[in-house]
Each structure stands twice: as C-alpha cells, then as structure tokens.
C-alpha cells in the first residue's frame, strides 16, 4: 500500500496530497463519524441539511468530490457548541486516501461507497 503525505488546515474541507511518486493533487476532506459498513462494502452517509446544502462552500466541496472521484477520510474530534460547517467537526488527522463510487447528493444528503484504499496517510 501506498503512503501519501497529507497536509490541510483547519476550516479548509479539503487537503493537499503528495504521492511517493511525486504527484500532488488536492482532495476533498470526509470524516470518519460517517463511515458505515453496509451489504456493498463501506460506505459514507453525511446527512446535511437544507440550509447548508446550499452554501457555495459544501457545492465547491461537492464539485471536488465529483471531479476527482477520490476523498481523503479523516479522524475529528466533534465540539457540540458549534453548527455544522463553522467548527462542528475539528480535524485531528488523516487516515487515507480512498476512491470513490455512486456519489448520491439530495435531500438526505451525501453518499457515497468507498471503492478502494489507494494510499494511507503518513
């Protein structure tokens, strides 16, 4: 397996990866608190709501995902006096870099299976 190097910020929804190979790309970040193991295989359930479904940073976050097919999953540590996009989640690392199938964005929220591990984070 592949070790990647990963390095983003707080309050950024995506992170920049460095392959051993040399290649660079920057993927979206998803959190673990959503992971779930279903009949397929593993898969990602992160119901949003209605209000930020429609910033212009979750349809930036969406496009990512859409265009590279891969996520970057994350480890975060959850703070309850914060709402959803402004802190709700801090990161507190990395644990792959995965590709991604069957991306689903509607009322519900965002779905997808994860298809392979392509490179651990380092």
């Known amino acids: 397996m592949k070790i990647a190097k990963i390095r983003g910020s ?15 790309e920057v993927l979206a970040c998803v959190h673990q608190h959503f992971w779930k193991n279903g009949p397929s295989g593993p898969c990602y359930n992160d119901p949003w709501t209605p209000e930020l479904r429609k ?8 496009d990512l995902i859409r265009s590279t097919g891969r996520v970057i ?45 392509i490179a651990n984070a380092k």
């Not at 910033?55 to 969406?62: D, I, L, N, Q």
């Not at 801090?90 to 994860?114: C, Q, S």
């Open 10 to 24: 707080q309050g950024r929804w995506e992170a920049q990866v460095s392959y051993p190979d040399g290649r660079q």
């Open 55 to 62: 910033s212009s940073k979750f349809a930036k976050h969406v």
């Open 73 to 117: 999953l994350t480890t975060d540590k959850i703070n309850e006096s914060k709402n959803r996009g402004e802190g709700f989640f801090e990161r507190t690392g990395y644990i792959a870099v995965y590709n991604i199938d069957d991306l689903i964005v509607d009322d519900e929220g965002l779905r997808f299976r994860f298809a392979d591990r």
